[in-house]
């Protein structure tokens, strides 16, 4: 199946940094990339959607200025959590889209990164 | 509006086979798609079906009833490893997966 990478899988910040999260498909060309974020024991929860070439789409609650999000190739997004709190702390995690199968709605995930912020 | 209803919680006994159900409610429908979570990890891709009927993939099954909003994932043969959660996502008219809490089935030996 494909594969998507995120790099880190964990990260440990002070409260007020900046941590950027890459998400990477490996085998595939992903035109579109989405970012979810899941509380423990909660559901996914989708914060965007990247497109390639183009701004991503948040979802209803989500700041678009504290979650920047860009998506310059059809290999690879990033996520940057802006001025870090320990409220943002969770487990986030990309999923892309791979057109080239059958199933072309199939979303296939990353690992995760577990951002700590303290 | 749009909802997922799945069981909690189920418990199997090592080389058994559960059936876990689910129903749901969107707005509008492309498809539904089972994944396989276990903690601390992200989800992974078990299944997706679009048109009606039962879908078989090793000892994974996933059937579908559109007319009745219902899907369920069939696991034989259950082994250890099978313990995780497992997600229940329909896709809506914007091609968004719709997420619930999913099912934590814990297998004994």
């Known amino acids: 199946g494909a594969v998507v990478s995120q790099h880190p899988s964990r990260v440990i910040c002070k409260s007020g940094t900046s941590v950027k999260i890459e998400c990477r498909s490996l085998?595939?060309?992903?035109?579109?990339m989405f970012w979810y974020r899941q509380f423990p024991k909660q559901s996914l929860m989708l914060m965007a959607t990247?497109?390639?070439?183009?701004?991503?789409?948040?979802e209803q609650g989500v700041e678009k200025d504290k979650f920047l999000i860009n998506h310059a190739s059809l290999t690879l997004s990033t996520l940057t959590v802006t001025s870090a709190h320990p409220e943002d702390s969770s487990f986030y995690i990309c999923s892309a889209r791979d057109l080239s199968g059958g199933a072309e709605e199939t979303q296939y995930f990353g690992p995760g990164t577990r951002l700590l912020v303290l | 509006g749009q909802n997922i209803d799945q069981p909690t919680e189920m418990t199997a006994t090592e080389g058994a086979i559960v059936q876990i159900n689910c129903t749901y409610q969107?707005?509008?429908?492309?498809?539904l798609f089972w994944y396989q979570q276990h903690a601390g990890e992200a989800p992974t891709f078990l299944s997706y079906?679009?048109l009606d009927g039962l879908e078989e993939k090793g000892r994974f099954s996933s059937f579908l009833s559109r007319s009745k909003g219902y899907s369920y994932l069939l696991l034989k043969e259950l082994q250890m490893k099978d313990s995780a959660s497992y997600l229940c996502?329909?896709?809506?008219?914007?091609?968004?997966?719709?997420w619930g809490a999913g099912t934590k089935l814990i297998i004994k030996p």
């Open positions: 990247s497109n390639e070439g183009s701004k991503a789409t948040y």
């Open positions: 969107t707005s509008g429908f492309n498809g």
């Open positions: 079906n679009v």
């Open positions: 996502a329909p896709m809506d008219s914007n091609y968004q997966l719709i």
């Open positions: 085998d595939f060309q992903a035109t579109t």
